[in-house]
């Protein structure tokens, strides 16, 4: 297994170099050299979710040095898991519900991110690096608080989190700003999730950035899903809930299912592309939207166009309008062609918007659809779930459940769908309160007045967060991330504590 860009150029890198690097020279993603890796589902049936990942993860990660089993067995167990397994179905009613939140941050990026500090590790290890990796990573919420979590105290590696300060939750803010850790730093940015991550990837192109690296013996990397540390350990999943729908006798081995998938950055959505790629059967992948709904328009015109109003809305991860994954996507549907993706990418850059071909939208359409939920629909549907089915959810996962009954209503498809759902509800309890119940509180009473209400569990990662002390209050303007980096990597003082 070979990485190379999706810009076309440089040299193909085995998996661990493409791990450490996180980011191509070119700017550019890495993806498979090529998509021939095909899994037998008959040799899958019946495995554990630890097991199943080893399986897939030796495909991807091939010939690197990097001791899978190892990493596995460290990131899928019961001391980052609140269950006896990482994943769990859940249904109500005609809906099949995905839980990926049950790890140590209550959401679903808990699921790669406790494995990737192990394969940066056995990556560094196996390359013979002699340098301290420095992580950048920006967040729309989520995944700040799981990078932390999965890095802290990791010998070897400091990480630091842009988030944009008024474009997350209360409850996520808090989640990152009281980070406990000797290597984590946490930064909060004037704009919102674009200008903080536009930010971080001017930072990895900054030659002023790389030479400090380089004069104080630092590389930077990346724990966003632009990294395939972060993207194909998503893959797993995929079939783990195939796989438990054949044990369940909801289907048989050989059936196509759909899945539906609440979107923000496209990185969740495209592990499900390449699942399909490896042989998974998937009919449909359901990309669903909040009221920024750029995604929405891309699948169902080719056109993407970002020169629109950001929203802030009560499904912060959603509130994203350059999706940085769709760039891989790109470069398969084009046949691999790294000058066209490249074209296309400046073409987003410069003019805020670009076309696809007729055959690739011909693909795209075969392959996805794409629809969006308002604020007053992802409202309505957590408050339906809840009164049909005793299910509580969170705004992200309602957005992706109101859009599957779109999908159903507009193909008449009955083909059964996995719906993700990417977050505890109390990870967003002052939204989901108020829809149920029409009560208005600020986030953390509003966990107890939920719990109060509903007698759900609150997640063991939110028990007590009003209580954490705020550690990190720094912000700054995306203009002035990279002196911040380099603050950093040259070991001044940087973060108000």
């Given at each position: ?396 996962t309602a957005a992706a459940a109101y859009v599957y009954e779109q999908y159903k ?49 609150i997640h063991p990662a939110l028990a007590g967060i009003a209580e954490k002390e ?28």
């Open positions: 297994m070979y990485y190379v860009s999706t810009r076309g150029k440089g040299e193909a890198f085995n998996p661990a170099q493409a791990l450490i690097k996180g980011i191509a020279d070119d700017k550019g993603l890495y993806v498979p050299q090529n998509l021939n890796i095909k899994f037998n589902l008959s040799n899958l049936i019946n495995k554990e979710y630890a097991d199943l990942a080893q399986i897939i993860l030796n495909e991807y990660f091939a010939d690197s040095g990097i001791d899978i089993n190892k990493c596995v067995q460290n990131a899928y167990n019961t001391v980052n898991f609140y269950t006896d397994v990482p994943v769990k179905i859940s249904y109500a009613q005609d809906k099949i519900f995905l839980e990926l939140f049950h790890g140590k941050t209550a959401a679903f990026k808990d699921m790669a991110l406790s494995i990737l500090p192990h394969l940066m590790k056995e990556a560094v290890k196996s390359q013979k690096v002699d340098k301290k990796i420095i992580i950048l990573t920006a967040t729309s919420g989520d995944t700040g608080k799981s990078a932390l979590e999965a890095f802290k105290d990791i010998e070897g590696i400091d990480i630091i989190v842009f988030y944009p300060r008024d474009g997350v939750s209360a409850v996520q803010k808090r989640h990152m700003q009281s980070q406990e850790g000797k290597n984590v730093y946490v930064i909060g940015i004037e704009g919102n999730f674009d200008d903080a991550q536009t930010a971080v990837k001017t930072a990895f192109d900054s030659k002023e950035v790389k030479n400090s690296a380089q004069e104080n013996n630092k590389m930077l990397s990346s724990a966003n899903s632009i990294n395939i540390g972060r993207l194909f350990p998503q893959t797993v999943y995929y079939w783990y809930a195939y796989i438990q729908l054949i044990k369940e006798n909801k289907i048989k081995a050989g059936d196509k299912i759909n899945f539906c998938v609440p979107t923000g950055n496209f990185g969740n959505i495209l592990a499900g592309y390449y699942a399909k790629c490896a042989g998974l059967p998937v009919g449909k992948f359901i990309c669903a939207s909040n009221e920024n709904n750029v995604l929405t328009d891309f699948i169902n015109k080719g056109i993407y166009n970002k020169n629109r109003t950001f929203k802030k809305t009560i499904s912060p991860s959603m509130d994203i309008l350059i999706s940085s994954n769709l760039e891989r996507l790109i470069y398969h549907l084009s046949d691999n062609d790294g000058s066209y993706t490249k074209e296309l990418m400046e073409e987003l850059k410069t003019n805020g918007h670009y076309s696809i071909m007729q055959e690739m939208k011909e693909k795209l359409e075969d392959l996805f659809f794409g629809g969006y939920a308002s604020e007053e629909h992802i409202k309505e549907t957590i408050s339906s779930v809840y009164k049909n089915n005793n299910y509580v959810i969170d705004p992200h209503k507009e193909s008449g498809d009955d083909t059964p769908c996995v719906i993700l759902s990417t977050a505890n509800a109390y990870k967003f309890a002052d939204s989901v309160l108020e829809a149920i119940f029409n009560k208005k509180e600020e986030s953390f009473k509003a966990i107890d007045e939920l719990h109060k209400l509903t007698n759900v569990p705020i550690i990190y209050k720094t912000v700054c303007k995306p203009d002035e991330i990279c002196n911040k980096v380099m603050n950093i990597l040259e070991e001044k003082d940087i973060c108000s504590k």
